[in-house]
């Protein structure tokens, strides 16, 4: 199943996922495939289980995104500046 991030705390590890069924799946980190953490917004793929507490999410991953998609949303084609030095006199 396909779903939206709905929010992901990194430091307790859970979240929710919004399915593709509008329905609310807990996340776990225990349950991400090849991903380290989520974003609020970032299209995934999961399996979705019930739970002892209700619907979750098991084998996350991210979602591919179509190519034309992803031109859309990158916001420059600029490069970041280089890195200031730390010495004063640079």
Do not use: K
């Amino acid at each position: 199943m396909t779903g939206v991030t709905d929010f992901f705390d990194r430091f307790s590890g859970f979240g929710q996922i919004i399915g593709a069924d509008r329905r609310t799946y807990r996340a776990h980190r225990t349950s991400f495939l090849n991903v380290r953490t989520l974003q609020t917004g970032e299209r995934v793929t999961f399996t979705p289980v019930e739970g002892p507490r209700g619907p979750r999410a098991t084998n996350i991953e991210l979602s591919v995104v179509e190519t034309s998609d992803r031109a859309e949303s990158h916001v420059s084609g600029r490069r970041a500046a280089p890195p200031r030095s730390a010495h004063p006199d640079n």
